[in-house]
Every structure is written in C-alpha cells, then in structure tokens.
C-alpha cells in the first residue's frame, strides 16, 4: 500500500524505481474467498497509490485468461511484483505509428532468476489513475543527485 515519507505525506510505493502491483483475494458479500470449478482461489490484481493526497487503486488482469497460472506463480515467490512499463510504437500497414504501453509483472526468485508475465490495467479509467499516481509519485520524490 502506500507508504510514508519523513513524516512530510503519503506517496506510492515502489521496489526499484517502479511501482508495485499486489494481489488480493476476491471475496463473496459474506466475506469468504471464492474459488474456481477446479478448486483454485480468486485474486484480484492491484496498482495502490495516492493522487493529490487521496489512496486509489489501478485494477489490473493478465493480458489474456490463460495468464492467472503465471501470475499465481509470480506471487507463490513473493507477494510483491514490480509493474515494469514500456513504452512503445508500432508501425501500422500503411506506415503510420501508433504509440502504446505494455505492462508486465515481474518478480525475482532467491537464486536471482527473473519471472515475469504480461498483464494490462482492467480499464481505461485505470490507465488514467495510473498515470495520476506517477505524477503524485514524480511531484513527492527527490530529484536524483
């Protein structure tokens, strides 16, 4: 969750310079975990950061159903993972660039051994929370010396 500075305010965690994405079990109205037909437990996937002095959170999912498996495994080796963003341009067919982001959890094991899997925020309004906490994030850090 979000972590305080020298008593001066709120500001979002991060493990090496990027943010932390966390995983929380998803619970039914009565408060028990739910778990799947096969008998695995739902989690949700989580971005928590402040903007302008208020908690919020960036819901994210694996880019595609089959990635929950991997992400289960990033967090069997620790219950943190770092949200490593890149930005990127794809050239289209009739030659003109689109810009995009891509997003991957990655988390490294007690040998050094980096895993990693893709994943996306769930929705657009997550994109933009997620870029507010940045911001938040840029305005409360030091400058590098």
């Given at each position: 969750?979000?972590k305080?500075?020298?008593?001066?305010?709120?500001?979002?965690?991060?493990?090496?310079?990027?943010?932390?994405?966390?995983?929380?079990?998803?619970?039914?109205?009565?408060?028990?975990?739910?778990?799947?037909?096969?008998?695995?437990?739902?989690?949700?996937?989580?971005v928590?950061?402040?903007?302008?002095?208020?908690?919020?959170?960036?819901?994210?999912?694996p880019?595609?159903m089959?990635?929950?498996?991997?992400?289960?495994?990033?967090?069997?080796?620790?219950?943190?993972?770092?949200?490593?963003?890149?930005?990127?341009?794809?050239?289209?067919?009739?030659?003109?660039?689109?810009?995009?982001?891509?997003y991957?959890?990655?988390?490294?094991?007690e040998?050094?051994?980096?895993?990693?899997?893709?994943?996306?925020?769930?929705?657009?309004?997550?994109?933009?929370?997620?870029?507010?906490?940045?911001?938040?994030?840029?305005?409360?850090?030091?400058?590098?010396?």
């Amino acid at each position: 969750m979000a972590k305080e500075q020298n008593g001066t305010g709120v500001v979002t965690e991060t493990i090496n310079g990027n943010l932390v994405l966390i995983r929380e079990p998803v619970k039914d109205k009565n408060g028990k975990q739910l778990i799947t037909k096969d008998g695995r437990l739902y989690y949700s996937y989580k971005v928590c950061g402040t903007v302008r002095g208020h908690e919020k959170k960036a819901d994210f999912v694996p880019k595609d159903m089959g990635g929950y498996e991997p992400l289960d495994v990033l967090f069997d080796i620790s219950p943190k993972a770092e949200l490593i963003m890149h930005d990127e341009v794809m050239t289209n067919a009739d030659g003109s660039k689109t810009p995009y982001t891509t997003y991957t959890a990655q988390v490294t094991d007690e040998d050094g051994e980096v895993w990693e899997c893709g994943v996306k925020p769930q929705r657009d309004s997550d994109k933009s929370l997620l870029k507010f906490m940045l911001i938040d994030l840029h305005k409360h850090t030091p400058p590098a010396v």
